[in-house]
């Protein structure tokens, strides 16, 4: 009888376990189900690919270092070139063709990778290699610049330099309310005139240069007596009452859109836009001339991204691209096929595109040689005294 016992306990227990089971098995079907998250693809693995069974393009973006003038790029050109050639721009400034040309002497080789000098200062940094020379067959959109800027004198068959933008060095001036001026740089340097405060360029081209047109001579006259003449009105210029500073032209503008002066030596861009956002100012053209300036595109020597700085310019030459820019900018664009789709209020302002008359009185600087050390000379006794 106990082994019939023990028989009857063993099957009661299997009984048992088996209705648990059942019931357990119930409540797990009834559960949510959750899906399972798939298993991560492997670096390189086919889940990678497009359901075309194309390889990803995306790769990190390529460097381009400009050194460039400050306010004078459209940052939504900047932007559009970023996105569609996967470059990653970074961008400094400089105010003048001097600061530019001692940062690239006394850097370190390679910090930039594209720089924006005035053709006066090609022929000093081609001698001394500071530069290098371009890939034509990377540059096909050479084709669409005017031919009067293909061939510069400074850079004959633009081997090391492509035109980039061009305009003038003039004054920007708020007259005072019922208050006249004549176009002329007596405006700086007759004290006579009631002018109210007034700023001139920290650069010896540009003051000396502005001295010299005033006296009747020329802007790259290596004439020593001629020189020291100009220097002797500047010094008298900045004995006046009302001259507030030597700056670039970006500050003396911001100081006559500020109301703290009434006049300053400025690029005809910068001063064109503001007279746009401020009736009260307008940009003058010196009857006695002034600069006519070409800025250019050039590549340093030991660059580290060379390809990239020859799409970058190849890009800026498409015809839409350098309208865009002259838009931004208000300065004059050397791409002829650009000129085509520039509005014409702007290819009609004198500010932007001077008339035949204004241009014939003007000057392009010069590289003067050693003629340029008399220039600086005379400039720091102007400046020390």
């Known amino acids: 009888m106990n082994w019939i016992n023990s028989v009857k306990a063993i099957c009661l227990s299997v009984f048992l376990a088996l209705a648990l089971t059942a019931c357990g098995g119930e409540e797990r079907q009834d559960a949510p189900q959750v899906a399972e998250r798939p298993a991560a693809p492997m670096v390189g693995s086919a889940d990678e690919q497009n359901p075309e069974g194309e390889k990803p393009t995306a790769q990190k973006p390529r460097d381009l270092v400009l050194f460039i003038w400050s306010e004078y790029i459209d940052p939504e050109v900047l932007d559009e070139f970023e996105r569609t050639h996967n470059v990653e721009i970074t961008m400094t400034h400089y105010e003048s063709n001097e600061e530019m040309l001692s940062v690239i002497k006394l850097g370190r080789q390679g910090a930039y990778d594209l720089i924006v000098p005035t053709t006066y200062y090609l022929p000093s940094m081609i001698n001394q290699k500071l530069i290098q020379p371009l890939n034509h067959e990377l540059l096909p959109n050479l084709k669409n610049l005017d031919p009067e800027f293909t061939d510069v004198e400074e850079d004959p068959g633009n081997r090391y330099s492509v035109a980039y933008q061009w305009g003038t060095s003039g004054l920007v001036i708020r007259a005072k309310p019922g208050q006249t001026y004549e176009p002329s740089f007596d405006l700086l340097f007759k004290p006579s005139i009631d002018k109210g405060n007034f700023i001139m360029f920290d650069t010896a081209r540009d003051t000396l240069g ?64 503001a007279a746009m956002e401020d009736p009260e100012v307008e940009y003058v053209i010196p009857k006695e001339g002034c600069e006519i300036w070409l800025d250019l595109f050039a590549i340093p020597t030991g660059a580290a991204n060379v390809d990239v700085a020859h799409e970058f310019i190849n890009y800026i030459l498409e015809p839409e691209n350098a309208a865009k820019l002259s838009y931004f900018s208000k300065y004059a664009t050397p791409n002829a096929k650009a000129m085509e789709l520039i509005p014409a209020e702007e290819r009609e302002n004198p500010g932007i595109y001077p008339p035949e008359e204004l241009k014939a009185k003007m000057e392009y600087y010069k590289d003067l040689g050693q003629g340029g050390l008399l220039y600086e000379e005379i400039w720091t006794l102007v400046k020390s005294e």
């Open 210 to 273: 502005a001295a010299l047109k005033y006296l009747g001579y020329s802007a790259n006259t290596v004439d020593q007596n001629q020189l020291r003449e100009a220097g002797e009105l500047v010094k008298r210029a900045r004995s006046q009452p009302t001259f507030l500073s030597f700056s670039s032209g970006v500050d003396g503008l911001a100081n006559v859109m500020g109301n703290v002066a009434s006049i300053a030596q400025v690029y005809n861009g910068e001063a064109v836009k």
